[in-house]
């Protein structure tokens, strides 16, 4: 995230998206860098493969508008989510590295979006003949038999490169203007699909996704059929999925799952004497709802729901397209008194229901009946659903793969703490979808209360009422914290003088017999006179089953050298494991949330308390036998701008580039005593593989300096936050871009970005970098660097 900018200015990096093939053909003839910074996917679990997913696609603006000096829309419902596309009109759309880390964090696959709309049939032409050379060619004599057009693997293999250098999982395919070759091109554009996918799948893995959006049909006309069906089946077997048209009739759904059953095993590859490459299933089919209405039954926005239920992804078995999901901020924005606030308000409705029954939901009338569409019936959807309730709650990739952070932020914010101190603020705003992390999948709308320990006796008690909210006044590590707020009633029972509740905040998948360790940074906004508030940290299971046995968590509370962190903010740790012994699955849904134990004389009046939760991290526990690494920084390089405009095509107007490298180091270890060479003894404890201990960072908090007049420079504790790594456009690591314009404010505790307020001038500069490691540490100063300008 940069500290200098203007949002009306603001322009997307060169080469964020390509206009045309011959573009993405220049793209291909130059050395573009590898965007190193982008996070590898881990795929999640599936779940329930006889239910329906979501795939939301977000058309926002025309894309490539989330100004990093602004407020701006991000999605925070990973957790249903299983497929997210990156959309917008350009020939071919790359999703910006924010957003493919933002995804990947969550373990959701984010896909690019190919698109050919009206002008484009040259193009449609292009991507399957190929790039013609400019040299005089042609065949040694003519052919004596008819073939169909000739077929080029080139644009699948600059395609998927593409993906592969950027970090993103594959593409939706929108061809949306007629093919003029007919029957012949249909057929021959449906292989080159397979070319695709195949050079997907080789370069990213499997789980790379090539999906066709219902548009043309085989003959090559533009005729959206709403719906799987005969026109389009040839597509849908060549690709990944289908992404049907959103303006179906409430009887489609089942039509849909109807001859998709209908299809022989040979086709959709169930046949064991002719596998099918791309095995189909009806999740596969994804139904699209538009969020905007404009045809899509229901009406849209807060009458969604209704055509999600006849999609039924949890009964029939169809997937869900949510196309245009930002309806929410671009519909309100306009509006009197709307702000960030008012917005999550809205969406969370939207998402996850209301957080208290006095809320209202006003649901749209329903469109007029389209022909041949009867009425719906009675009690199929009279009564607003939110839409997470139609699909299944995921976790975030198991911590053994990718460790788990947040920092409770939605990607945007109007001021940045580093551990608990303020060091920016800008009024309107700023967004970083790098940033993003977690809101705590399981408090919204509401935190789920429930009493907590064996010795707790409710009886005569009523749970206490619990709300959730993001706060981006106080935080410890980033932007923003969750406030969880807590109000215990009055009671004349005995019991209430100790209460003791659980309150779950994240889903997470756990691996049987990994040790993991978690930590938590948390701090009490209340100090309530005669009151005692304790909070610890804790892990659950899921509930058993009669098939699958499933223990308790073993947990140990780890000790800390700094549990009192300062700025009254305070640190939780543990150690957990699940045990060797169990029945079932690998990988277990499980919970991390907090036990809040509330000890008080007084208990006839109501009781009223809040927290933030700054920041929850998970993450493997290495083996005791393993000596400890120290992370540091080992060195910082700064290069002016004109020397860097090859290496770093994205990089702005700017002083110059700083990057940085990432080391370790281990503590004194005697040499054991060998007396000959067959003793089986190591010299050393051997280091697991480095996938599992060597240091990664999140982010780097970049500052800087200028020198006094003595040519000494002053205290670091002086130096002013200028930015972070890891920005939504960049996709270099450990790499920050040094903006023109850049001043250091004389405030000690709060640098104000404003037009015209900061410059640098010619004197000496020195920057230093502040690593953030993937376990939520920010490094102590003696393991930064710094390097002068």
């Known amino acids: 995230m940069p500290i200098l900018g203007d949002s009306k200015k603001f322009s997307p990096p060169k080469q964020s998206y390509f206009e045309s093939l011959e573009e993405l053909d220049e793209w291909a003839g130059t050395s573009s ?135 993103f999982d594959g593409y939706l395919l929108n061809f949306e203007c007629p093919l003029v070759g ?84 040979t086709l959709t590859g169930d046949a064991h004497t002719y596998p099918h490459i791309h095995r189909k299933k009806l999740h596969d089919i994804y139904m699209g709802v538009d969020v905007w209405g404009r045809g899509s039954h229901g009406n849209g926005g807060f009458g969604s729901f209704k055509a999600i239920s006849h999609i039924a992804p949890s009964s029939l078995g169809l997937s869900v397209a949510l196309f245009g999901q930002a309806w929410t901020w671009e519909s309100e924005q306009d509006k009197p008194g709307w702000n960030w606030d008012s917005w999550w308000t809205y969406e969370r409705k939207l998402w996850a229901g209301k957080a208290d029954p006095v809320e209202e939901i006003t649901v749209p009338a329903m469109p007029p009946l389209k022909n041949g569409e009867s009425p719906c019936e009675v009690g199929v959807h009279d009564v607003f659903t939110p839409i997470m309730s139609y699909f299944q709650r995921t976790p975030p990739p198991d911590p053994v793969l990718l460790p788990f952070h947040t920092t409770f932020s939605p990607g945007v914010g109007r001021r940045w703490f580093v551990k608990g101190r303020e060091v920016f603020h800008r009024p309107e705003g700023w967004t970083d979808i790098d940033k993003q992390t977690s809101l705590g999948d399981m408090v919204w709308p509401k935190p789920i209360v429930s009493w907590e320990g064996e010795i707790m006796d409710p009886e005569g008690l009523d749970l206490p009422n619990a709300k959730s909210q993001i706060c ?79 223990p308790k968590f073993d947990i140990e509370s780890l000790p800390s050298e700094d549990m009192d962190l300062g700025r009254g903010w305070s640190l939780l740790k543990i150690r957990f494991n699940l045990g060797n012994s169990i029945i079932g699955d690998i990988n277990r849904l499980s919970s991390m949330g907090l036990v809040i134990t509330i000890v008080s004389e007084e208990t006839t009046q109501p009781l009223a308390f809040s927290l933030l939760l700054g920041q929850l991290n998970v993450y493997p526990s290495i083996p005791s036998s393993i000596p400890p690494h120290v992370t540091s920084l080992l060195w910082a390089y700064f290069s002016p701008s004109e020397l860097e405009t090859t290496s770093f095509p994205n990089v702005p107007a700017s002083l110059g580039v700083l990057t940085w490298e990432i080391s370790t180091s281990f503590p004194s270890h005697a040499l054991p005593r060998i007396t000959s060479p067959d003793d089986p003894l190591a010299a050393w404890p051997a280091q697991p593989s480095a996938e599992a201990w060597f240091p990664k960072l999140l982010y780097a908090n970049v500052y800087a300096l200028e020198y006094q007049t003595d040519g000494t420079p002053s205290k670091v504790e002086d130096a002013i936050w200028i930015g972070t790594s890891g920005c939504g456009y960049e996709g270099m690591r450990n790499t920050f871009i040094v903006q023109s314009g850049i001043a250091l404010s004389s405030t000690p505790d709060t640098a104000t970005a404003g037009e015209g307020v900061l410059r640098i001038g010619n004197g000496k500069m020195r920057f230093y970098v502040q690593g953030v490691t993937e376990t939520g540490n920010v490094l102590d100063w003696t393991r930064c660097v710094y390097v002068d300008m």
């Open 33 to 167: 860098p590898v965007f190193d910074n982008t996070l590898q996917l881990y795929p999640r679990a599936n779940g329930n493969e006889q239910r329906g997913r979501l795939l939301v696609c977000h058309d926002y603006k025309g894309g490539y508008t989330e100004s990093p000096f602004s407020l701006s829309y991000t999605f925070n419902f990973w957790s249903s989510c299983e497929t997210f596309v990156y959309f917008s009109h350009h020939r071919v759309t790359i999703p910006p590295p924010g957003w493919i880390n933002a995804s990947h964090r969550q373990g959701v696959k984010i896909l690019g979006t190919l698109i050919f709309e009206g002008g484009g049939e040259q193009d449609c032409l292009r991507l399957l003949v190929g790039k013609l050379p400019k040299s005089r060619t042609g065949p040694v004599s003519q052919p004596t038999t008819l073939t169909s057009l000739p077929l080029s693997p080139h644009y699948a293999r600059i395609l998927a490169d593409l993906a592969k250098k950027r970090g």
């Open 182 to 265: 007919g029957f012949e091109q249909t057929r021959a554009l449906a292989a080159w699909i397979t070319i695709l996918q195949a050079e997907l799948k080789y370069k990213i893995g499997d789980h790379a996704e090539a999906m066709w959006y219902d548009s043309v049909i085989i003959n090559g006309k533009l005729a959206w059929q709403d719906r799987l069906n005969s026109l389009n089946l040839p597509f849908f077997l060549s690709s990944s999925s289908l992404f049907s048209n959103y303006t179906w009739r409430n009887n489609y759904p089942s039509l849909t799952a109807q001859y998709f059953l209908s299809l022989d095993s």
């Open 472 to 550: 981006m006044d106080n935080a410890w590590n980033g932007g923003s914290s969750l406030r969880l707020s807590l109000v215990a009633f009055g009671t004349e029972s005995e019991n209430a003088a100790f209460r003791c509740i659980w309150i779950p905040v994240q889903s997470l998948a756990t691996s049987v017999g990994r040790m993991y360790e978690a930590s938590a940074v948390y701090k009490l906004e209340t100090d309530v006179a005669g009151v005692d508030i304790d909070v610890a940290l804790s892990i659950k299971g899921s509930e058993s089953s009669p098939t699958t046995r499933y």
